[in-house]
């Protein structure tokens, strides 16, 4: 499976009931204005799994590279695991009367800090360190895939998703990425 892929994927699907979706959905109805809350989600993505992709492979050179496999494994069941509790968007999420990009921006960059997407990029930075521009342009892709429909189209199904199976395919993925990182890419 090709980095992109991993990356995209893994980021789409833990993306889908995630805080960042739900601020999403604040955000564009508060402001009616898609475009500018599209492109502060794409800019505060790109800049936050930048620094996140970049942080992993900062870890993984510091780190002895038999013990960075087995903290790797660790991190994707941890991921495995995380990923299968339900978020909730904070009551204290920052919004600014600065308009829709400005504010969009500030509170999705914010938002993502120590969320379980920037943890995944930086697990995937680590794991793909000589491919670290695809993961981050994949998982910044994956970020769109899940948070730009909700923007156009508001909650629309958002209850009507399966979350829970959404979850449990989310924590397989991870899963297997533990199991390929253990025993080795079957090649």
């Known amino acids: 499976m090709s980095v992109l892929f991993i990356s995209v994927a893994s980021v789409a699907l833990a993306e889908i009931g995630d805080k960042t979706q739900l601020l999403s959905f604040l955000l564009a109805s508060r402001y009616k204005k898609p475009l500018p809350i599209i492109a502060a989600i794409f ?3 790109l800049l936050n799994h930048a ?5 992993g492979v900062v870890l993984a050179d510091h780190i002895a590279p038999a013990m960075l496999k087995w903290v790797l494994v660790m991190s994707f069941i941890a991921m495995a695991l995380w990923v299968l509790i339900p978020d909730k968007l904070d009551e204290d999420t920052p919004v600014s009367a600065k ?4 504010a969009s921006f500030i509170a999705f960059f914010i938002a993502e800090i120590g969320d379980k997407t920037q943890v995944a ?19 910044t892709i994956g970020m769109l895939i899940a948070n730009v429909p909700v ?5 629309l199904s958002a ?4 979350l829970n199976a959404i979850r449990k395919v989310t924590a397989l993925l991870f899963v297997c990425l533990g199991v390929v990182t253990a025993f080795g890419s079957p090649v």
């Open 43 to 45: 800019l505060a993505t």
């Open 51 to 55: 620094v996140a992709a970049w942080l």
């Open 99 to 102: 308009g829709p990009f400005v």
């Open 121 to 139: 990029t930086s697990v995937l930075g680590a794991h793909y360190a000589e491919a670290i521009w695809l993961v981050v342009v994949g998982t």
């Open 151 to 155: 923007v156009w189209l508001g909650k």
């Open 159 to 162: 209850d009507k998703l399966p």
